[in-house]
């Protein structure tokens, strides 16, 4: 998994590329921890190929962290087979989730 | 009582008895009445004719004045009038020109009580003209003579007659008297002993008819009846014939009856023997059933190279129909599904020879063909009986998968592949007819998942109530059906089909089915730990017969599964964990570990209470058996063993 950080005005942007699962989710823990002062986050999930349940939480972490701190949190680009796994288990009614 | 016949025969005899009696007591009336009339008519008459000729000649005047002279007169008249039962016997001259009578001499039965006595005593004269009766004897005629009369000297009947002097003058007229009183009572006499008569015998007859009818009539009809009730209700303590005596209606009845019993004894006889030895053959067959059942191998395979379902339901206890798989060497299997010509033993006992002998020469090594060949030869050499079968025989290579086969006649297998299609056609002759006979091959290559489905007549001949054939038409829609949703054994399906449609109707020939999917079945085994998961994520993807567009979903199914064997089931991380992988028609993923119990799908969270401000977990095991068409758990050796299965299914 590769992670990619961009910064624009007041929004943070995480390319997120390749699987996000058990192994690599740890990965995008340790990034979002690291984030500071953020706004907005969006989760640019264009060359995400997969996503497991351990994605998942780290979605909700930067989720939390997002809107704790008073931002929008969303999640754009989103290919239709990780679309399939948000929809399996809800998210798509509770995030703002935009495919590709 | 009321009912019984003998009653109602009594009863109508009484009727036309007393219809008789009634005839007889009509025509007893007048005679008796006619009889004693007459009979005191003819006193009357003979008396007063006596009378007359005793006062023949006498003197008239002399008898009125000489008491002497009229006393032998008197006395004579007096007996006569006893004698013959008479009421008054008079004598006296009438003058017919003053209209006057005097008498004579007056004689009654009784002197003290009698009226007349007094009034018309000898020389009294009283006014009277004469009436026909004694006009009639005045004038000498003798046969119209009689008169009735009533008045206060009585009822009577009286006869005139004349009285002559010697010249034939007529002198006097003489009255015989019968009292009318006297004839009514003696007529009621004699009526009343007609009338008794006739009533005793009445009841005599009527109480003799009653003894007869119940000793031949009521008795033996009773007797006969109670036999034939206890012939029916008694029949453990045996039938006592009836005895036959006479040649009447009720012997005949009783010989009837005793013909009827022994002949239902005899057919009871027969029928308890044919009972009995139909159980015999219905133990016998349910034997031959089993060990028919016995040649066959079980209804289910399966192994790492292929599964195989089948089914053989006979129309009787025993039939023709088999089917037949085995594996070979190298790899190779052999399936095997024929028809015997005819049903029932005969063809159970010919269907036995053929399955040993084909099974034999493929365990030998030939070739689909050459086995045909010389299971050909080997059946037509002795049969008699010149049975035949058609026969399917194929053998599947894994290594290659390539399917080779040939065809003795049968019906021709499908492929059920993404169409449905009946296999290239190798046609051949039924075996066991003609020798040396010469059979094609064919092969195919299948893919991982195509099923190869063969089956017997007995499918497409099925019937329904009007007598309509299943046909192929309705196999192959039931097999289009199922490339589209495999959840379900074909066989199953096509069964399910075929008895839905013959409900109703008793089975007319053998069903027999057998189909085979090559599968392959990929296993390793690892430490609980999540690193390697690289390991199942390379062996899934690496899978060519898995759909590119299923990798991804069946691989997050087990990482989920496998992180959480590794997190819940697990705790110390040291345990290991078995992962299989089969696909054929459909993927199956097997995941064996020796950790704690624990059933995931009994844990399985409800997404629709998952809130995911506050709650972390439970998504992995939902995601898992949503992507799932089915999953099973059980707890078998201390391991918990959990399976996943997904059918091919494009979306």
């Given at each position: 998994m590769?992670?990619t950080?961009?910064a624009e005005?007041n929004?943070?942007?995480?390319f997120?590329?390749g699987?996000?699962d058990?192994?690599?989710?740890?990965?995008?823990?340790?990034?979002?921890d690291?984030?500071?002062?953020?706004?907005?986050?969006?989760?640019d999930?264009?060359k995400?190929?997969?996503?497991?349940?351990s994605?998942l939480?780290?979605?909700?972490?930067?989720?939390?962290?997002?809107?704790?701190?008073?931002g929008?949190f969303?999640i754009?680009?989103?290919s239709?087979?990780?679309?399939?796994?948000?929809?399996?288990?809800?998210?798509?009614?509770?995030?703002?989730?935009?495919?590709? | 009582?009321r009912?019984?016949?003998?009653?109602?025969?009594?009863?109508?005899?009484?009727?036309?008895?007393?219809?008789?009696?009634?005839?007889?007591?009509?025509?007893?009336?007048?005679?008796v009445?006619t009889?004693?009339?007459?009979?005191y008519i003819?006193?009357?008459?003979?008396?007063?004719?006596?009378?007359s000729?005793?006062?023949?000649?006498?003197?008239?005047?002399?008898?009125?004045?000489?008491?002497?002279?009229?006393?032998?007169?008197?006395?004579?008249?007096?007996?006569?009038?006893e004698?013959?039962?008479?009421?008054?016997?008079?004598?006296?001259?009438?003058?017919t020109?003053?209209?006057?009578?005097?008498?004579?001499?007056?004689?009654c039965?009784d002197?003290?009580?009698?009226?007349a006595?007094?009034?018309?005593?000898?020389g009294?004269?009283?006014?009277?003209s004469?009436?026909p009766?004694?006009?009639s004897a005045?004038?000498?005629d003798?046969?119209?003579?009689?008169?009735?009369?009533?008045?206060?000297?009585?009822?009577?009947?009286?006869?005139?007659?004349?009285v002559c002097?010697l010249?034939?003058?007529?002198?006097?007229?003489?009255g015989a008297?019968v009292?009318?009183d006297?004839?009514?009572?003696v007529?009621?006499?004699?009526?009343s002993?007609?009338?008794?008569?006739?009533l005793?015998?009445f009841?005599?007859?009527?109480?003799?008819i009653?003894?007869?009818?119940?000793t031949?009539?009521l008795?033996?009809?009773?007797?006969?009846?109670n036999?034939?009730?206890c012939?029916?209700?008694?029949?453990?303590?045996?039938f006592?014939?009836?005895?036959v005596?006479?040649?009447?209606?009720?012997?005949?009845?009783?010989?009837?009856?005793?013909?009827?019993?022994?002949?239902?004894?005899?057919y009871?006889?027969?029928?308890?023997?044919?009972?009995?030895?139909?159980?015999l053959?219905?133990?016998e067959?349910?034997?031959a059933?089993?060990?028919?059942?016995?040649?066959?191998?079980?209804?289910s395979?399966?192994?790492k190279?292929i599964?195989?379902s089948a089914?053989?339901?006979p129309?009787?206890?025993?039939?023709?129909?088999?089917?037949?798989?085995?594996?070979l060497?190298?790899?190779?299997i052999?399936?095997?599904?024929?028809?015997?010509?005819?049903?029932?033993i005969?063809?159970?006992?010919?269907?036995?020879?053929?399955i040993?002998?084909?099974?034999?020469?493929?365990?030998?090594?030939?070739?689909?063909?050459?086995?045909?060949?010389?299971?050909n030869n080997?059946?037509?050499?002795?049969n008699?009986?010149?049975?035949?079968?058609?026969?399917f025989v194929?053998?599947?290579?894994?290594?290659?998968q390539?399917?080779?086969?040939?065809n003795?006649?049968?019906t021709?297998?499908?492929?059920?592949?993404?169409?449905?299609k009946?296999?290239?056609?190798?046609?051949?002759?039924?075996?066991g007819?003609?020798?040396n006979?010469?059979?094609?091959?064919?092969?195919i290559?299948?893919?991982?998942g195509?099923?190869?489905?063969?089956?017997?007549?007995?499918?497409?001949?099925?019937?329904?109530k009007?007598?309509?054939?299943?046909?192929?038409?309705?196999?192959?829609?039931?097999?289009?059906?199922?490339?589209?949703?495999?959840?379900?054994?074909c066989?199953?399906?096509?069964?399910g089909?075929v008895?839905?449609?013959?409900?109703?109707?008793a089975?007319?020939?053998?069903i027999t089915?057998?189909?085979?999917?090559?599968?392959?079945?990929?296993?390793?085994?690892?430490?609980?730990?999540?690193?390697n998961?690289?390991?199942?994520?390379?062996l899934?993807?690496?899978t060519q017969d898995?759909p590119?567009?299923l990798?991804?979903?069946?691989?997050?199914?087990?990482?989920e599964?496998?992180?959480?064997?590794?997190?819940y089931?697990?705790d110390?991380?040291?345990?290991?964990?078995?992962?299989?992988?089969e696909?054929?028609?459909?993927?199956?993923m097997?995941?064996y570990?020796?950790?704690?119990?624990f059933?995931p799908?009994?844990?399985?969270?409800?997404?629709?209470?998952?809130?995911?401000?506050?709650?972390?977990?439970?998504?992995?095991?939902?995601?898992?058996?949503?992507i799932a068409?089915?999953?099973?758990?059980?707890?078998?050796?201390?391991?918990?063993?959990?399976?996943?299965?997904?059918y091919?299914q494009?979306?």
């Amino acid at each position: 998994m590769k992670i990619t950080k961009k910064a624009e005005n007041n929004t943070t942007i995480l390319f997120i590329e390749g699987w996000l699962d058990t192994q690599s989710s740890p990965e995008l823990h340790a990034e979002i921890d690291s984030l500071e002062e953020i706004n907005n986050l969006v989760l640019d999930f264009e060359k995400l190929e997969y996503i497991s349940s351990s994605g998942l939480r780290e979605v909700v972490s930067a989720y939390k962290k997002a809107t704790n701190a008073g931002g929008k949190f969303s999640i754009i680009n989103v290919s239709e087979e990780v679309m399939d796994v948000f929809r399996l288990t809800n998210f798509d009614k509770k995030l703002e989730i935009s495919a590709k | 009582m009321r009912n019984s016949i003998s009653f109602k025969i009594l009863v109508i005899i009484a009727l036309v008895l007393i219809l008789t009696d009634v005839c007889l007591l009509i025509l007893g009336f007048h005679s008796v009445y006619t009889s004693v009339h007459n009979n005191y008519i003819s006193y009357a008459k003979s008396s007063a004719t006596l009378a007359s000729d005793i006062l023949e000649g006498a003197d008239m005047q002399r008898l009125l004045t000489d008491e002497a002279y009229a006393k032998p007169y008197s006395n004579t008249l007096s007996d006569l009038c006893e004698a013959n039962d008479l009421e008054y016997l008079y004598v006296y001259i009438p003058d017919t020109e003053k209209n006057t009578i005097t008498y004579v001499i007056l004689i009654c039965n009784d002197y003290s009580s009698s009226l007349a006595t007094t009034e018309r005593s000898a020389g009294t004269t009283i006014e009277h003209s004469l009436n026909p009766a004694e006009l009639s004897a005045l004038n000498g005629d003798t046969s119209n003579n009689i008169t009735e009369t009533n008045n206060r000297y009585g009822s009577v009947i009286t006869y005139s007659s004349a009285v002559c002097d010697l010249n034939g003058n007529v002198t006097a007229l003489v009255g015989a008297d019968v009292s009318a009183d006297k004839t009514l009572n003696v007529f009621i006499e004699r009526y009343s002993i007609l009338f008794i008569v006739i009533l005793i015998s009445f009841v005599f007859v009527i109480i003799i008819i009653a003894v007869i009818l119940k000793t031949k009539l009521l008795k033996p009809a009773e007797i006969i009846s109670n036999r034939m009730k206890c012939y029916v209700t008694d029949r453990q303590s045996g039938f006592k014939k009836l005895e036959v005596k006479g040649k009447d209606e009720f012997a005949n009845m009783a010989d009837s009856f005793n013909y009827m019993a022994d002949e239902i004894d005899n057919y009871i006889k027969n029928i308890n023997a044919l009972t009995e030895e139909k159980h015999l053959r219905d133990a016998e067959m349910s034997i031959a059933k089993d060990i028919q059942c016995g040649l066959l191998p079980d209804n289910s395979y399966k192994n790492k190279n292929i599964t195989i379902s089948a089914v053989m339901i006979p129309a009787k206890e025993v039939g023709g129909d088999f089917y037949d798989y085995f594996n070979l060497k190298e790899d190779k299997i052999c399936t095997v599904i024929a028809d015997v010509s005819g049903k029932g033993i005969s063809a159970a006992i010919f269907m036995s020879r053929a399955i040993t002998v084909i099974r034999q020469y493929a365990q030998m090594g030939y070739s689909p063909s050459e086995i045909l060949f010389r299971t050909n030869n080997c059946l037509s050499l002795n049969n008699p009986e010149q049975m035949f079968i058609t026969a399917f025989v194929g053998v599947y290579d894994a290594k290659t998968q390539i399917f080779t086969y040939a065809n003795a006649g049968h019906t021709i297998p499908y492929l059920i592949s993404n169409t449905i299609k009946t296999l290239d056609n190798p046609d051949g002759m039924a075996a066991g007819i003609f020798e040396n006979e010469k059979y094609e091959e064919s092969s195919i290559r299948l893919k991982t998942g195509d099923t190869v489905f063969m089956f017997t007549d007995g499918i497409s001949e099925a019937v329904n109530k009007d007598k309509e054939f299943f046909g192929t038409k309705r196999i192959e829609n039931i097999l289009k059906n199922y490339t589209t949703k495999k959840n379900n054994s074909c066989i199953d399906l096509v069964l399910g089909e075929v008895k839905a449609y013959a409900t109703g109707t008793a089975q007319s020939d053998d069903i027999t089915m057998l189909s085979f999917s090559p599968c392959k079945t990929s296993e390793i085994i690892l430490k609980a730990e999540t690193e390697n998961l690289l390991d199942i994520r390379s062996l899934i993807m690496d899978t060519q017969d898995i759909p590119n567009y299923l990798k991804n979903k069946l691989y997050l199914a087990a990482e989920e599964i496998f992180v959480n064997i590794c997190s819940y089931a697990n705790d110390n991380n040291s345990g290991s964990v078995k992962f299989s992988l089969e696909v054929s028609d459909k993927i199956i993923m097997s995941f064996y570990d020796d950790g704690k119990k624990f059933n995931p799908i009994h844990n399985n969270a409800d997404i629709n209470s998952y809130d995911i401000d506050s709650q972390i977990g439970g998504l992995g095991i939902y995601l898992a058996l949503s992507i799932a068409d089915e999953a099973n758990y059980e707890y078998k050796n201390n391991k918990n063993i959990l399976t996943l299965i997904k059918y091919f299914q494009e979306e």
